[in-house]
């Protein structure tokens, strides 16, 4: 089905604010990494996208961090998963999902037959914001074009968002995650699941069955488009 108008004018939109956000960046062309890149590895293009980022001073989370957590998985992964922001644990080794929450991320992953190694894991925030409080929407301005950046070396099939701070952000909503759970949506262009984060699944044992009903409904999306 073809977008509507008004969906147009927001991918436009959309374009337009990333395209200014890489430039401001220092990227050329917008394709989220140097034009230099174009002849290296999806892998070697992340490196250099690391290097470039890691001492980003853009918002003052940069003065309380103790590590830069820029996310880690396969450089070509079709699957991505996107949390809000690093924990304690996740400051302190700059690792993602590394605690207790990480551990059972890597099950759920075991659960539909993926191994963590072959996806990509990330935050919309990669440095900690205070006692792990909710990032600002300062800090996410500041902090997404590198998100989308990375996205467009990995260029996922799928993207699943773990926990509600995560969906809203990355789809530009308030709806609450029990109304974005079950669905299809889309970041851009690619397709994204929202499911609880694994911190809630610790903290709330009754989730864990609509966790593994959004796993499942993930693996079936990412089967059919991976056969396009």
């Not at 079950?182 to 864990?208: C, E, M, Q, S, W």
Request: hydrophobic residues 35%; charged residues 25%.
């Amino acid at each position: 089905m073809l977008p509507r108008n008004e969906d147009k004018k927001d991918l436009l939109r959309l374009a337009r604010r990333y395209l200014s956000q890489q430039m401001e960046m220092g990227f050329e062309y917008g394709y989220g990494f140097p034009s230099r890149g174009l002849t290296e590895t999806p892998g070697q293009r992340m490196e250099a996208l690391y290097k470039q980022i890691k001492g980003c001073t853009k918002c003052p989370l940069h003065r309380t961090r103790k590590r830069f957590v820029f996310g880690e998985g396969h450089p070509e992964a079709d699957l991505i998963f996107i949390g809000e922001a690093p924990g304690k644990q996740e400051d302190l080794q700059g690792r993602p999902f590394v605690g207790p929450a990480g551990q059972l991320l890597t099950k759920m992953l075991a659960a539909i037959d993926v191994n963590r190694e072959e996806v990509f894991i990330g935050n919309i925030l990669k440095c900690r914001p205070p006692k792990n409080r909710d990032p600002l929407p300062e800090e996410v301005h500041c902090c997404e074009p590198h998100l989308q950046a990375q996205l467009a070396i990995l260029q996922p099939v799928i993207i699943c968002a773990l926990g509600r701070i995560a969906a809203q952000t990355l789809l530009r909503t308030k709806s609450p995650l029990g109304r974005l759970r079950g669905d299809i949506h889309r970041y851009g262009d690619i397709p994204l699941v929202a499911t609880y984060h694994p911190a809630a699944l610790l903290r709330n044992a009754h989730f864990k069955r609509g966790a593994w009903e959004d796993l499942l409904l993930l693996r079936r999306e990412y089967d059919r488009l991976a056969m396009i």
